[in-house]
């Protein structure tokens, strides 16, 4: 007996329209351009309302926000739907000194004075930091603060690389092409890391670096955050009072992009806000693309979209339409019930109020 030896075989939307057609009585040829428009937009409604029926564990996503003196608001990515989890992070910033390929003050890349600011000569440059002979640091989080003329913002190419030498490097992240704003911050995360002597942050693409500052962290902490609710942030009577610690946030679920309220409000420049939050499912591209689910929920996605399909499709007798329901609804409680993570769950009930 031979089997595939495959496995995590994708299909693209158009396959799913198909089968999705066929379960309406309606062979795919049959199609015209006008309802194959409509399949594609019933389909980015069935996977647009998933998020309303709970969290789908491979739309959850991690950001990574430097916060900034004085500022209280702060903005998540378009399609972010809710926290899950919000954290303040502190880092440790090991010593070490730093050094420019292509002009500029090096050392203000490094001095902890967001004022200064490294600004190359000439463009294809890097900024590098040497930890010292038999020092390596374990990098887990590397930060940049730019510096763009007149505040502005500005699109750069860059790769974070690191060396044992100083002569042979490696990626160990690759940004790639991303707008960067005048003194906002830009973090990320390195998972996993590596413990060496030399990092450095390097441009292409035509991009002069100009850097207020270059920040490689480690030994990170991180303490969860209390959500307050609309009310309670409101009633707050100094919403704009300072400390060196966020230790709460309101979430404020508007559009386009939702946004998070600190309080107290950070007076640091170096501490980060990281946030686990649910996304939307990517939206549906052309024909040939494919869907950003896993393979478990094929069955239930082409079920409900089918079910959507009989309501817009011409001639869809009205028993097949409630067939098509049933089989959407038993097929997503299946998906639905294995979407967990199966970790243990814990009580633990408050019982305080009657036992002081």
């Known amino acids: 007996m031979s089997y595939s030896d495959t496995y995590g075989q994708v299909f693209n939307v158009q396959t799913l329209i198909d089968h999705a057609a066929r379960r309406c009585?309606?062979?795919?040829?049959?199609?015209?351009?006008?309802?194959?428009?409509?399949?594609?937009?019933?389909?980015?409604?069935?996977?647009?309302?998933?998020?309303?029926?709970?969290?789908?564990?491979?739309?959850?996503?991690?950001?990574?926000?430097?916060l900034t003196p004085e500022k209280y608001i702060y903005t998540l990515p378009v399609g972010a739907n809710d926290a899950l989890n919000v954290l303040y992070r502190t880092l440790t910033r090991p010593s070490g000194s730093y050094s420019s390929s292509a002009g500029g003050n090096a050392a203000y890349a490094g001095d902890s004075d967001v004022d200064t600011y490294c600004l190359q000569t000439s463009a294809n440059g890097n900024i590098a930091i040497n930890f010292g002979t038999s020092n390596p640091i374990y990098a887990g989080s590397i930060g940049l603060l730019p510096y763009v003329s007149g505040g502005g913002s500005?699109?750069?190419?860059?790769?974070?690389?690191?060396?044992?030498?100083?002569?042979?490097?490696?990626?160990?992240?690759?940004?790639?092409?991303?707008?960067?704003?005048?003194?906002?911050?830009?973090?990320?995360?390195?998972?996993?890391?590596?413990?060496?002597?030399?990092?450095?942050?390097?441009?292409?693409?035509?991009?002069?670096?100009?850097?207020?500052?270059?920040?490689?962290?480690?030994?990170?902490?991180?303490?969860?955050?209390?959500?307050?609710?609309?009310d309670d942030y409101t009633n707050l009577p100094n919403k704009n009072f300072t400390a060196n610690q966020p230790y709460q946030f309101w979430f404020n679920r508007t559009v386009p992009q939702p946004e998070i309220y600190l309080w107290p409000v950070p007076n640091e420049w170096y501490v980060q806000m990281t946030v686990?939050?649910?996304k939307q499912i990517m939206d549906v591209g052309d024909l040939t693309d494919e869907l950003q689910i896993p393979q478990r929920w094929y069955l239930a996605t082409i079920g409900m979209l089918a079910h959507q399909l009989s309501m817009e499709l011409p001639a869809v007798p009205m028993e097949r339409i409630k067939y098509l329901e049933d089989q959407a609804g038993k097929y997503l409680a299946l998906a639905e019930a294995e979407e967990r993570d199966r970790s243990p769950i814990y009580l633990a009930p408050n019982i305080s109020v009657y036992t002081k």
Do not use: C, H
């Not at 992240?173 to 030399?198: E, L, M």
């Open 25 to 66: 009585g309606k062979l795919a040829e049959e199609l015209t351009s006008e309802q194959l428009l409509t399949a594609r937009e019933s389909l980015g409604f069935t996977l647009t309302n998933l998020i309303n029926i709970g969290i789908q564990y491979w739309a959850i996503k991690k950001e990574v926000i430097g």
């Open 154 to 230: 500005a699109t750069w190419t860059l790769t974070l690389e690191y060396s044992t030498d100083a002569i042979t490097w490696n990626t160990l992240y690759n940004i790639g092409s991303v707008v960067v704003t005048d003194k906002k911050w830009a973090w990320y995360d390195i998972d996993p890391g590596q413990s060496v002597q030399y990092y450095r942050v390097r441009a292409s693409g035509g991009t002069t670096l100009a850097l207020r500052e270059f920040y490689v962290g480690n030994n990170s902490r991180e303490i969860q955050m209390a959500r307050l609710n609309r």
């Open 276 to 278: 686990w939050y649910s």
